[in-house]
């Protein structure tokens, strides 16, 4: 599973390979917006 993730401050994406567990936890912290600095674009299985 992969997550595209861009830094505010950078222009060019990036692909991160996580795991299920990971993909739950960053949700949930990105809808509590502590991840303010990262606009998560997809999430592809």
């Known amino acids: 599973m992969y997550l595209e993730v861009r830094p ?4 060019k ?3 991160v390979h996580i795991s299920i ?4 936890k960053i949700e949930l912290l990105y809808e509590r ?4 600095n990262i ?3 997809t999430i592809n299985q």
Request: charged letters at 35%; glycine letters at 0%; a positive charge.
């Open 8 to 11: 505010y401050n950078e222009r």
């Open 13 to 15: 994406s990036k692909l």
């Open 21 to 24: 567990e990971h993909k739950q």
């Open 33 to 36: 917006k502590q991840y303010l």
């Open 39 to 41: 606009h998560i674009f």
